[in-house]
T-cell receptor, first 113, second 112 residues
Framework: NAGVTQTPKFRILKIGQSMTLQCTQD?????MYWYRQDPGMGLKLIYY???????DKGEVPNGYNVSRSTTEDFPLRLELAAPSQTSVYFC????????????FGEGSRLTVL | RKEVEQDPGPFNVPEGATVAFNCTYS??????FFWYRQDCRKEPKLLMS???SGNEDGRFTAQLNRASQYISLLIRDSKLSDSATYLC?????????????FGQGTELSVKP
């Protein structure tokens, strides 16, 4: 099993550009999450999904969009990139709602200049 | 008020010391609780779940106080390898269930 795979690992964007961070898991997990982590800070929840076709906002959803058309994939779309979106982005998944370990991807480091 | 708040840190302790981390959460409907460990900005990894009766895993003890909305992690006999950032995680119900909120993390540095 590959677990949770995120691409790309690194990306530099110009202000106003758009891009999609890809996330795929092969564990048949229902729950998937996108977090961002700024230097010296904890993880902030952007969006999460409890299954295909169902998504919900987290703590910091502005400037982002998500979709969940399949169980495996949970892409994160950045529209009109801004310097404030410079961060490390982590995708994660887990099988059960109230218990169960979160499995993380290795992170995607995004810089907006 | 932040949804999940931790001691600001950093904590600098000598090897063999006992160190305690505290975490408070604001949503009284929160359902489950975890401690994660993060090394050098890598992906976080589950350290332990936190149960209502308190639980222990070797040198690590986690406690939950639902009335005070408070979680703690105690590390006994600190090792150099315990140096990391410790993240408190709370499972809020959310609209769809399963909303996982992280605290800002507390950095621990164990010195020889």
């Amino acid at each position: 099993n590959a677990g949770v795979t995120q691409t790309p690992k690194f990306r530099i964007l110009k202000i106003g550009q758009s891009m999609t961070l890809q996330c795929t898991q092969d564990m048949n997990h229902n729950y998937m999450y996108w977090y961002r982590q700024d230097p010296g800070m904890g993880l902030k929840l952007i969006y999460y999904s409890v299954g295909a076709g169902i998504t919900d906002k987290g703590e910091v959803p502005n400037g982002y969009n998500v979709s969940r058309s399949t169980t495996e994939d949970f892409p994160l779309r950045l529209e009109l990139a801004a310097p404030s979106q410079t961060s490390v982005y982590f995708c994660a998944s887990r099988h059960y709602a109230n218990t169960g370990e979160l499995f993380f991807g290795e992170g995607s480091r995004l810089t907006v200049l | 008020r932040k949804e999940v708040e931790q001691d600001p840190g950093p904590f600098n302790v000598p090897e063999g010391a006992t160190v305690a981390f505290n975490c408070t959460y604001s949503n009284s409907a929160s359902q489950s609780f975890f401690w994660y460990r993060q090394d050098c900005r890598k992906e976080p990894k589950l350290l332990m779940s936190v149960y209502s009766s308190g639980n222990e895993d070797g040198r690590f003890t986690a406690q939950l106080n639902r009335a005070s909305q408070y979680i703690s992690l105690l590390i006994r006999d600190s090792k150099l390898s315990d140096s990391a950032t410790y993240l408190c995680v709370v499972n809020e119900r959310g609209n769809q269930g399963g909303k996982l909120i992280f605290g800002q993390g507390t950095e621990l540095s164990v010195k020889p």
